[in-house]
């Protein structure tokens, strides 16, 4: 028997939660996934956990370019209930058919909800939480024994399924979509653009390190190996695309160097195309990384 065009008709209602209110690689792969959905097929709902001031949140500006619903899950502290409480009346609201998660904390809380509205539940794991401490090493845990009872885990790359199922997660449940960033498309001239724009000289080299400033993402060995660079050479020019904790301690070494004017510190770009199209080197610095 064939299906009726009504049922045929039939979306399947997606929740998506993430815990960020920065933009790195797995913000930009949602956003990325959020404008290429088939909302002919899909109902998709971002619920974006966020500050009490959260108009001012980069992801939640960024999603709000969106043509999808979004809905705050608002955090005053580490451990503020009321998030629960969002979550639950979003759950309510939409009656998801799926709560697909984003990183450690919303695995552990979509992962209650889910047995308590019996919704399948998917994550994407697109790194690894870097656990320094007693109660990170501990979500960490916790984390790894809801993904087991997860209906599907999808890996961003065969080092992070390898990593997954050395943890304990079933590898019969776990799928590997790799993450392949996408750019807007830009002419030859972009890169012509931004040097001017910066005030660099044509015959100067521009290096980049584009991401989150962060430990992990290495950008202190980025500027120190940039300094000693500098001791040998003048003809380099040196930008860094990003936000994060450690921009201000980064900015101080620059200063510190006499070297200020070869650096140029450039903040959260939307779309940093124009940017790597200005660089003769893009260098990642990071300490770690999901295909790794």
């Not at 070869?262 to 300490?287: E, I, M, N």
Request: proline share 3%; aromatic share 10%; with cysteine.
């Amino acid at each position: 028997m064939g299906l009726s065009l009504e049922a045929s008709t039939i979306k399947t209602k997606v929740l998506h939660l993430i815990a960020s209110h920065k933009i790195g690689g797995a913000e930009r792969l949602l956003i990325a996934f959020a404008q290429a959905v088939d909302l002919n097929r899909f109902d998709v709902v971002l619920g974006i956990f966020v500050r009490p001031d959260h108009e001012n949140d980069l992801l939640w500006q960024e999603a709000k370019k969106l043509k999808i619903p979004l809905e705050p899950v608002v955090i005053r502290s580490a451990f503020d209930f009321n998030q629960l409480h969002d979550i639950y009346a979003i759950i309510k609201k939409h009656k998801p058919d799926v709560i697909h998660t984003h990183g450690y904390k919303t695995n552990i809380l979509a992962f209650l909800f889910a047995r308590l509205f019996n919704i399948k539940a998917v994550s994407t794991v697109h790194g690894w939480l870097h656990a320094e401490r007693f109660v990170t090493r501990f979500l960490q845990r916790v984390n790894f024994l809801c993904l087991r009872r997860f209906d599907r885990v999808i890996a961003v790359s065969d080092a992070v399924k390898t990593g997954l199922e050395k943890c304990g997660i079933p590898a019969d449940k776990i799928t590997v979509i790799k993450n392949i960033p996408s750019f807007s498309s830009c002419d030859s001239t972009a890169g012509e653009s931004v040097r001017d724009n910066l005030g660099i000289p044509p015959q100067v080299k521009v290096v980049g390190f584009i991401g989150r400033l962060e430990k992990v993402k290495g950008g202190a060995q980025f500027i120190q190996a940039a300094l000693c660079a500098l001791e040998t050479r003048q003809d380099l020019f040196f930008i860094v695309i990003g936000e994060g904790s450690q921009k201000a301690d980064l900015e101080e070494m620059v200063a510190k160097s006499g070297f200020g004017p070869h650096f140029h510190f450039s903040g959260f770009l939307s779309d940093p195309t124009k940017a790597f199209s200005a660089l003769d080197l893009y260098v990642l610095s990071s300490l770690d990384e999901a295909f790794r």
